[in-house]
Structures are given as structure tokens and as C-alpha cells.
């Protein structure tokens, strides 16, 4: 594979934390189906959706390669920068207080409890419940680690290295699982979703600004200035959301 | 048709999000790159300066 440079170290990093987190998610899903109705329903919707998953990866990946290079990067970089800064908005508002936390315990709480309701699953075959809810939850957290993957991996012609990244993540939050049997609860979600969001942000802008035409001073030692910029700004973001809300009013007009 | 149009919201609604207006500014700020670039100006700075401004525009929204 060769050595790793910068950037390959963060596209490792980012989709490692990506997909961990969406991964941890899916579990939860398929965790509560599983445990309260079917786990043999439940893994065929996980089947069924890693399939589902590899024909849309199968389907846009090469699609993605052949772009030009500048083109690749204004486009990768501009669907990362809204896509990033969708989650950095969230992790900002959540570690500031406006948001809810994401609590993995009352997720699957709530799933479970969603699953006794919908009826008896003792039924002969396929429970059809448990099928379509693990289906469900596996297709939509896959697909944000599948773009995260693609496009991340397009960009810097390291698309195996990305995926391999991915399977890293999803095979520790898999074995955790296992050896918890409960929703992982205690991994620190949050602050990872506040940190891949700060990274979707920073490669977006590098790769956006340089898709458009514009030079970076330093070339990719950019990203060392680019990363931690994005960082501080958000953490300066929280500090101002958690002042008093007469002090949020006044500070947020004058802005 | 109607599967079309479901697709494509579909899509909209994973990239977007709730927060069209943060997606209009990237876009408007990656042209605002590409031309300064394209008359031979420095257009590094456009897009970090526009990333905080849109992130604390879309926060001052979803505070309020």
C-alpha cells in the first residue's frame, strides 16, 4: 500500500470516525429488533442492505474516478463542505446545550419499546418487522458512510484505503457489541461527531477552494492550518451559544 | 416521473439537509473562488472565511 502521508492519515482518520459513529448507530437498531422480536429476520435486513449498499458503491465509484481531477474536487469538495457542515452545526448545537445529546441507551430504548408495540414477531418465517427496521437503519447510516468513503477516497485516488478504513470501524464497533450485548452507550458519540464534523468541513474547503482554481499557501500543509482553524472557530462557537440567552440575542445581531 | 422527483428529494434531503441556505452560500462561495482565481488573484482565503461565516450564520438560526 505504501507509506501514508498527512492526508492520507486524515482520510484514514475521518472515515474511521464516520463510519464508527454511524455504525454504532445501526447497531443500536438492529440490537433492539433483534433482542425483542427476530435476530435471524434482523440479519437478513442487514444482508439485504450491505448488498443494497455495495451496488450503489459499485454503481458510483467508478462514475466518481473518471471526473476530472479539478472537477472531482469542486465537486467532492462542495457536497462535503454542505454535508460537513450539516454535522458540525448539530455537534456545535449539542455541546452547547440547544440540542439534545445522542444517547444510544434511550435509542434503543425507544427502538425496542417501538418493537413489543408493533406486535407479536413469533410468527413461523421471516418476521417482517424486524427485517425492515434493521433494513431500514443499516441502508441510511450505510449510505452516509458510503458517501463519506467515496468521496473522501475518489478525491485522493485512495478509494481501498478509505474502505478499508470503513470495514476497520465497522468490524471494532461489531466486536464491541458482541462483547457488550447492550448499545455501545458509553463511547464518547458526540465528540466524535463534533471532530469527523470539523474534518468533513476542513477537507471540503481545502478541496473546494483548489477544485475552483485557488492555490493554497503551502500546498497540502495547509490541511495542519485548515484542521485546527475549523476546530477553534466551532469550540468559539459553543463558548457563544452557551452565554445566556439575553447575551446570545445581543451578540448574534451585532454579528 | 414520480420516482424521479422522490429520488431526487431523497437526495436533496441527505446532502442538504434542513439548511438549504448554508448549501446556497457554498455554492456562491466556491464561484466567488473560481473567478478571482480565474482574473489571477490569490482566492485561498474565500472559502475558510466563508465556512465560519455560514456556520455562524446556520447557528444563529437554529439558536434563535
Redesign the interface.
Known sequence: MGGLSGADLGLALSVFFACAVEAIEALTIVLAVGVTRSWSSALYGVGAAVVALAVVVAALGPALTSLPIDTLRLVVGGLLLVFGLQWLRKAVLRAAGLKALHDEAQAFAAEAAAARAAGSGARPGIDGYSFAIAFKGVLLEGLEVAFIVLTFGANQHRVGLAALAAAAAIAVVIAAGVAARAPLARVPENAMKFAVGAMLTSFGTFWGAEGAGASWPGGDAALLVIIPGVVLASIAMVLWLRRPPSHVSTRGEAA | MNGLIKAALAVWD????D?WV??IG??VA??L??L???AGG???W???AA??A???L???R???
Open positions: 441527505f446532502v442538504v439537509g439548511d448554508t448549501a457554498v455554492v466556491l464561484g473562488t473560481a478571482i482565481a480565474a490569490a482566492a485561498w474565500v472559502m475558510p465556512v465560519i455560514l456556520l455562524a446556520s447557528l444563529r437554529a439558536a434563535r
